[in-house]
């Protein structure tokens, strides 16, 4: 299965947002990974759609959006307006056929539909999705904040989605690092969101080219 780095542009320098989407795409990455936060299902702010604009205005990679909100059915058309290529919601912010809507309407707008699980949520929980979703996220910390430790149990979960479905996109987010990439990996994720870990390291190419390595 095709293995994707999506860098996360919340560890990036805001201050010049443009250039660092540019960074990601001339240093090797595949999709650039948007981390939406509304202060209520997560205990943090980050960023709405203008600047998710902007980013896909400043480079050629297709942007993956990550929301962690509560309504994000509200917002389907301004996803696809602002460039969104895919939206992940989280399976707990609606009841199940609302959230099966709301991931039909994002496939209806043209763009690639996820699911997202917090940490204490288990593999079942994406089963009833399936049929909707082009790929499942793990969450490997607690939503809300870069820069947090991998959590290891998480990797049984990986392993169970992964069983249910062999091609489905399996994302992993929080904590992936070149060592913990390639744990995850193992367990059977293929998508890779590095935010800390890509944007802050030393050399970002050399850092994606040895997170590559590992998740081979
Ligand atoms: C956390 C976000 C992540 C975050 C990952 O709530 O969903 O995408 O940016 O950051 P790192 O890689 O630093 O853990
Ligand atoms: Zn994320």
């Known amino acids: 299965m095709k293995k994707i780095i999506a860098p996360s542009i919340l560890a990036g320098d805001m201050g010049r947002l443009a250039a660092e989407c540019r960074r990601a795409e001339e240093t090797g990455a595949d999709i650039l990974h948007a981390d939406v ?51 992940t919601i989280h399976h707990d912010i609606a009841p199940e056929d609302e ?25 079942e929980d994406v089963f009833p999705f399936l049929p909707y979703i082009d790929m499942a996220l793990v969450m490997t910390v ?17 392993a169970a989605i992964r069983e249910a479905s062999f091609d489905l996109d399996i994302e992993v987010d929080g904590g992936i690092n070149a060592a913990t990439g390639a744990k995850c990996a193992e367990a059977g994720a293929n998508v890779f969101v590095a935010g800390t870990s890509l944007f802050r390291a030393p050399d970002m190419k050399e850092a994606i080219k040895e997170l590559r390595k590992n998740i081979k």
């Not at 959230?99 to 593999?123: C, N, Q, T």
């Not at 607690?142 to 990986?158: A, H």
């Open 142 to 158: 607690e939503p809300g904040f870069g820069g947090q430790s991998f959590m290891e149990d998480m990797l049984p979960k990986i």
């Open 37 to 87: 936060m509304d202060g209520v299902y997560v205990p943090n702010i980050s960023f709405g759609f203008d600047v998710i604009a902007a980013m896909s205005g400043s480079c050629s990679l297709p942007i993956d959006v990550h929301m962690m909100t509560v309504c994000p059915q509200k917002y389907i058309k301004e996803l696809k307006d602002c460039g969104a290529a895919s939206v």
């Open 99 to 123: 959230v099966k809507a709301a991931l039909v309407a994002i496939k209806e707008a043209g763009m690639r539909s996820a699911i997202a699980l917090r940490p204490a949520f288990p593999a």
